[in-house]
């Protein structure tokens, strides 16, 4: 404190693995800026190394996340939609300063990110009475064809839309019960960041979302050529990386979620798709008896 003046305290955000807010272990963070330049906070910004650890903490979470019966995953994913509620000043300030949004739009933002959260949650114990079948064979059989999550999914959030797309990316792969490695917008991460303490306070398991901040371009190529990832959203890619990304996936037989045209409207019908992107299809074959 000077005189009547106060010094602002300077944050720096880490990153959140395993349940836990590590700092990056290379040291290096970046600045945050709002829409008009201002410093915001400092932010992590992660490295090889941290994206490894993100897929070793996915993988160890997988079998208790994806072994949860599907009402109870929608639980735990409706208690997160109820601390974002609780949270709900702190993400419409930062989305207003990220993406310099009206307080009413950013506002509306908000809203329809958790709204999305909510809807998601609601799908978990549904979607193997929507997306499997009972399949008719010529035989004494019983023949089942039932969805299963993929495993461990890297996504690349949306660059410009910091919640709402967010949101919309990683709440189908939680959803589905994949566990999730999350590379966040760059300019724009601290709604990531306060989704991060709202996870790390809600019933998620730790280790279920891993959320790393800094730049796609790095943690996107090393995420596409990790032998332990299943899967790979390339939502968020850098302009013009997409396609080398799609070709060090192949090298581990990825599934692979290709980019928009162009960033789509988040507010609009999410529909299964997303959800479709990260599920298999296991068939059981069971003889009848008496």
């Known amino acids: 404190m000077i005189g009547n003046e106060r010094l602002a305290v300077r944050k720096t955000y880490k990153l959140y693995l395993g349940g836990a807010?590590?700092?990056s272990e290379s040291g290096r963070t970046y600045e945050v800026t709002d829409s008009k330049g201002a410093f915001l906070a400092n932010a992590a910004r992660a490295s090889r190394k941290d994206a490894r650890d993100a897929v070793v903490a996915a993988r160890a979470a997988f079998a208790g996340w994806s072994g949860a019966t599907a009402y109870n995953r929608g639980q735990v994913l409706y208690r997160v939609a109820e601390v974002m509620e609780g949270r709900h000043a702190q993400f419409c300030e930062e989305v207003a300063a990220g993406e310099g949004l009206s307080t009413g739009k950013a506002r509306a933002a908000v809203d329809a990110a958790i709204d999305r959260w909510v809807w998601y949650a609601g799908w978990t114990d549904k979607l193997a009475a929507v997306l499997g079948s009972a399949n008719p064979v010529a035989g004494p059989y019983f023949d089942f064809s039932l969805p299963e999550p993929t495993g461990v999914v890297a996504v690349l959030a949306p660059q410009r839309s910091s919640l709402l797309g967010l949101v919309s990316v990683l709440a189908p792969v939680l959803a589905s019960g994949?566990?999730?490695v999350v590379v966040t917008s760059k300019a724009r991460p601290l709604?990531?960041?306060t989704l991060g303490e709202v996870l790390a306070t809600s019933d998620v398991p730790g280790?279920?979302?891993n959320l790393l901040t800094g730049d796609a371009a790095e943690l996107g190529s090393w995420l596409a050529e990790h032998d332990?990832?299943?899967?790979?959203?390339?939502?968020?890619?850098?302009p013009g990386r997409a396609m080398e990304f799609e070709r060090e996936a192949a090298g581990s037989i990825k599934r692979v979620l290709r980019p928009p045209a162009e960033e789509p409207d988040w507010a609009g019908d999410p529909g299964l798709t997303r959800m479709r992107a990260?599920?298999?299809?296991k068939t059981v074959w069971h003889p009848k008896g008496f």
């Open 207 to 209: 280790g279920v979302v």
């Open 178 to 180: 994949n566990t999730a």
């Open 228 to 238: 332990d990832v299943d899967a790979i959203d390339l939502t968020g890619a850098p």
């Open 278 to 281: 990260f599920l298999e299809t």
């Open 21 to 23: 807010f590590p700092r």
């Open 191 to 193: 709604p990531a960041v």
